[in-house]
Antibody, heavy 119, light 110 residues
Framework: EVQLVESGGGLVKPGGSLRLSCAAS????????MNWVRQAPGKGLEWVSSISSSSSYIYYADSVKGRFTISRDNAKNSLYLQMNSLRAEDTAVYYCARESPLVEAFDIWGQGTMVTVSS | QSALTQPRSVSGSPGQSVTISCTGT?????????VSWYQQHPGKAPKLMIYDVSKRPSGVPDRFSGSKSGNTASLTISGLQAEDEADYYCCSYAGSYTWVFGTGTKVTVL
């Protein structure tokens, strides 16, 4: 079964850091670009970052540029998001999502992990 | 990058059709044929329903269809069913390897 499972969310104080992980299974992880998408409570979806299959290309939304770092370990079938200098507005459910090379869309999503930034 | 504009809510009776609009600019929706639509039930992850403006992934009922005209994309649900009640989000490629989502639309089945 094709599956993405996020972990690492939790409560963190403003200015703090957190590292999210996404474990992939059921497909050849190293062949796909991967993304992080977040959703603030009661709000819509927001694209956060993407990384190409070989980590050669990395992109960020302006809202997180300079604070978040996306990375991956193809040997471990894992995607990561290092979040630094966290702000209250970063509070959201963070989803990892697979970007299919055949379609320009996010075809597989994880169940999400909640990040709460509060003092 | 500003979110694409969707109506806050639409509703219809079972069997009816509803259409959700998604308005962007020439830099996103109007500039690329890379519009996708996602269905999200409460507390669940989004699910891909339409990609490349009008294509359906395997397993998505043909009651769901997509189209685009200029800077506005649309999702139509024909033969509305109770299980279609959910939030729907459009998404467009916005150039420079970035993506922008819509504001989201709540579909209510009366």
């Amino acid at each position: 079964e094709v599956q993405l499972v996020e972990s690492g969310g939790g409560l963190v104080k403003p200015g703090g850091s957190l590292r999210l992980s996404c474990a992939a299974s059921g497909f050849t992880f190293s062949s796909y670009s991967m993304n992080w998408v977040r959703q603030a409570p009661g709000k819509g979806l927001e694209w956060v970052s993407s990384i190409s299959s070989s980590s050669s290309y990395i992109y960020y939304a302006d809202s997180v540029k300079g604070r978040f770092t996306i990375s991956r370990d193809n040997a471990k079938n894992s995607l990561y998001l290092q979040m630094n200098s966290l702000r209250a507005e970063d509070t959201a459910v963070y989803y990892c999502a697979r970007e299919s090379p055949l379609v320009e869309a996010f075809d597989i999503w994880g169940q999400g992990t909640m990040v709460t930034v509060s003092s | 990058q500003s979110a694409l504009t969707q109506p806050r809510s639409v509703s219809g009776s079972p069997g009816q059709s509803v259409t959700i609009s998604c308005t962007g600019t020439s830099s996103d929706v109007g500039g690329y044929n890379y519009v996708s639509w996602y269905q999200q039930h409460p507390g669940k992850a989004p699910k891909l329903m339409i990609y490349d403006v009008s294509k359906r992934p395997s397993g998505v009922p043909d009651r769901f269809s997509g189209s685009k005209s200029g800077n506005t994309a649309s999702l139509t649900i024909s033969g509305l069913q109770a299980e279609d009640e959910a939030d729907y989000y459009c998404c467009s490629y916005a150039g420079s390897y970035t993506w922008v989502f819509g504001t989201g639309t709540k579909v209510t089945v009366l």
